[in-house]
T-cell receptor, first 110, second 115 residues
């Protein structure tokens, strides 16, 4: 079953704009991860945020986590055509088992 | 460094045939995962190995599915007999440490079509 649910399902933006997507989950977590999947490829790990962290940055990526609301957001700043992909959040309530959401499909228009 | 390597990348076969998917994890990783991705169900964990031992196979759909990891550098997922509803993209992933909080490294998947 899918623990994380991303919102929106799809997002279309102009190159240079920021893209924000959200993830909500149901049960308590230890960590939350974000992955990117380009068409026809496997998932690529982007960033991990632990349950005791509120915000984390990696390059043009900014992730927030609000455990009281059971939600996380991923912000991609100054988007590029290469950012066109599907983005998934994954929670690991259990030791090794990641539960992936359905993903947000981001299209960056040139 | 080479990533997770899966073969074949595409497989088209007829219903009833045996299908074998292969995976070579990243060297040094001790955890290996098989996932299935479909539009309807998203990404589902099928089976998890730690140090070559199957730890959790609760996601394996039915007895037609089996997985093995004979050594640290190779794993197979077998479907026998295959059915059209098995059509999906199958991913193998590996990670370096058992336990939560570690990123998983995915192969590029095998796109399986059962006619």
């Amino acid at each position: 079953s899918q623990q994380g649910e991303e919102d929106p399902q799809a997002l279309s933006i102009q190159e240079g704009e920021n893209a924000t997507m959200n993830c909500s989950y149901k049960t308590s977590i230890n960590n939350l991860q974000w992955y990117r999947q380009n068409s026809g490829r496997g998932l690529v790990h982007l960033i991990l945020i632990r349950s005791n962290e509120r915000e984390k940055h990696s390059g043009r990526l900014r992730v927030t986590l609000d455990t009281s609301k059971k939600s996380s957001s991923l912000l991609i700043t100054a988007s590029r055509a290469a950012d066109t992909a599907s983005y998934f959040c994954a929670t690991d309530a259990a030791d090794y088992k990641l539960s992936f959401g359905a993903g947000t499909t981001v299209t960056v228009r040139a | 460094d080479a990533g997770v390597i899966q073969s074949p990348r595409h497989e088209v076969t007829e219903m009833g045939q045996e299908v074998t998917l292969r995976c070579k994890p990243i060297s040094g990783h001790n955890s290996l995962f098989w996932y299935r991705q479909t539009m309807m169900r998203g990404l589902e964990l099928l089976i998890y190995f730690n140090n070559n031992v199957p730890i959790d196979d609760s996601g394996m759909p039915e007895d037609r599915f089996s997985a093995k990891m004979p050594n640290a550098s190779f794993s197979t997922l077998k479907i026998q007999p295959s059915e059209p509803r098995d059509s999906a993209v199958y991913f193998c992933a590996s990670s370096s440490v058992t336990g939560g909080g570690q990123p998983q490294h995915f192969g590029d998947g095998t796109r399986l079509s059962i006619l």
